[in-house]
């Protein structure tokens, strides 16, 4: 079945500077790469996706970038705040006319020091 | 539009019960996902449902079970209870079956003693 690394697994950055996290997949056939957000408390939330048949994708400060060939995608904020302060999961789907099975990272804690 | 619910919020039940959780998803949305997050174990799939159907289901034991109904709201059930499974249990909603947009409920907080 799918699996999904991710990395780092903690990531603190100063306000402003850019922030990076990677993940990894092993189903080639996975069609489908969410990134979910999730302060303390609250429910994950939807931040960005991206489809296999898109290379890049971008909303105001973060973007996400799909390398099938190497089976990976990462998520890349700039100009970090403090409220960007979360833990971030990335997931891969393999989603068909039958059904949608999402595979989650483990997560990343990101902390934007002020 | 309203975002996905889920009743109850928190829940203490004894080892060896069962419980029922429920989920209603984002109005015109047809496909219900449950899922188990822990510290540990971080957000692991239990079963997806669409059409009533359970179309995809994760590596979990017999006792997890759910069902969806015409309306499209789902239960999760899980029987025999056990300390493991102290969990937020979380559904999710989309459109339906492909690469769909997937939305959180807030989850039920399950502790078991």
């Known amino acids: 079945g799918e699996n999904v690394e991710q990395h780092p697994s903690t990531l603190s950055v100063q306000e402003g500077d850019s922030a990076v996290i990677k993940c990894t997949y092993s189903?080639?056939?996975?069609?489908?790469f969410p990134w979910y957000k999730q302060e303390l408390g609250k429910r994950p939330q939807l931040i960005i996706d991206?489809?296999?048949?898109?290379g890049e994708k971008k909303d105001q400060r973060i973007a996400v970038t799909l390398n099938k060939t190497a089976k990976h995608f990462s998520l890349h904020i700039t100009e970090t705040q403090p409220e960007d302060s979360a833990v971030y999961f990335c997931a891969a789907s393999k989603g068909d006319n039958y059904g949608q099975n999402f595979v989650f990272g483990p997560g990343t804690r990101l902390s934007v020091l002020p | 539009k309203a975002g996905v619910t889920q009743t109850p919020r928190y829940l203490i039940k004894t080892r060896g019960q069962q419980v029922t959780l429920s989920c209603s998803p984002i109005s015109g949305h047809r496909s219900v996902s449950w899922y188990q997050q822990t510290p540990g174990q971080g957000l692991q799939f239990l079963f997806e449902?669409?059409?009533?159907?359970?179309?995809n289901k994760g590596n979990f034991p017999g006792r997890f079970s759910g069902r969806q109904f015409s309306n499209s709201r789902s239960e999760m059930n899980v029987s025999t209870l056990e300390l493991g499974d102290s969990a937020l249990y979380l559904c999710a909603s989309s459109f339906g079956p492909g690469t769909y947009e997937q939305y959180f409920g807030p989850g039920t907080r399950l502790t078991v003693t």
């Open positions: 189903d080639s056939a996975s069609n489908y």
């Open positions: 991206i489809r296999s048949n898109v």
């Open positions: 449902y669409f059409s009533e159907t359970q179309r």
